[in-house]
């Protein structure tokens, strides 16, 4: 039987992508620290391992005990606001607990590391970003995603890792952290209405994201590996028509069955408008018509209505308060 890895498979992302790789018939091993992900996002028949990428002999024992096929990198902190003063945090979580796996992957012989990446790489470049378009983050996620995909590179250059990239971006649906106020703008909405609290939008609202339904991107992540003209190829994968921060938020309240109600906040540092070209990915993968913003964010809502409203924690690691947002300052102290 196929045996796969896939690291961060009780949070968002990765258990969609595990539950596709036990749809293709993978025998499915999750690692997930929870530090983000709750054990009730596990598929019930996947093997779960509680334990962090960033700890090199959890990885190594790992690989030992299962001699995996593939692996399926999804386990990130992908709070980009955040990055900038978290760097320590951002570069030993994104970074190091990659690296980590790469040398595994490197000395076990898997056959391909399906890594995913993000659009925040290509920083504020002209929209549609393509996958021709050069890199050049503008935070230290951004730098991290970046960093890892040329070790994936250079990885298959000496040792032939093979390895596939997809660089997502805004997505959304079932199973996201909704108490995570630092990221995930719709969950956040969705936590702030339920919660009897306005819906809170740093600068004017003006910005652009293209947002991606989960189960449009999972099934094309799991089928990569198995796809070898995919190998050692960088793709866009997410939704193609950009929405406002504004209209997002319309939409988020009329699938809550509640009126906009809008807190504006100072404006922070951040790309104007992230959207990317999908053509490559469609082209090989045959991507089916995607699930439309009212219609996924209409799904995610009756599921975030059925688990309610969540305590929104703070990070308890800031490294730098400097510039840091003013409604993170006293939010960024432990609660």
Known sequence: MTTSLVTGGAGFIGSHVAQALLDR???????????????ANVPPVATFVEGSVVSAD?????????????????????????????????????????VNLINAS????????????????????????????????????????????????????????NHVIFRAHNVYGEHQNIGD??????????????????????????????????????????????????????????ADMPYSVNELARVVAA???????????????????????????RALFGTPPPVSLDEGIGRMARWAREVGARASGSFGQIEIRRNLPSNWIDESKPV
């Not at 504006?264 to 990915?281: N, P």
């Open 255 to 281: 699938s809550m069955g509640e009126n906009a109600r809008i807190r504006y906040l100072a404006e922070r540092k951040e790309v104007r408008e992230a959207f990317a070209s999908h053509d490559k990915v």
């Open 106 to 161: 490197v000395n076990n012989s898997v056959k391909c590391f399906v890594f995913t990446s993000s659009i925040a790489v290509y920083g504020a470049a002209q929209v549609p970003m393509t996958e021709e378009t050069v890199p050049a983050p503008e935070d230290p996620y951004g730098v991290a995603k970046y960093a890892v995909e040329l070790d994936l590179r250079a990885a298959h250059e000496m040792f032939g890792l």
């Open 58 to 98: 959890v990885v190594n024992d790992l690989f030992n005990r299962y001699r995996f096929d593939y692996v399926f990198h999804l386990a990130a902190y992908a709070a980009e606001g955040l990055s900038h003063f978290i760097r320590g945090f951002n570069y030993t979580n994104n970074v190091i607990g990659s």
């Open 25 to 39: 018939g993978h025998a499915v091993t999750v690692l997930d620290d929870l530090s983000g992900g709750s054990l």
């Open 181 to 238: 106020r630092y990221r995930n703008v719709i969950g956040i909405f969705m936590n702030q209405i339920m919660r009897g609290e306005p819906m809170t939008i740093f600068g004017d609202g003006g910005q652009k994201r293209a947002f991606s339904y989960i189960k449009d991107i999972a099934p094309i992540i799991a089928s990569a590996a198995e796809t070898p003209e995919a190998y050692n190829e960088t793709f866009n994968i997410g």
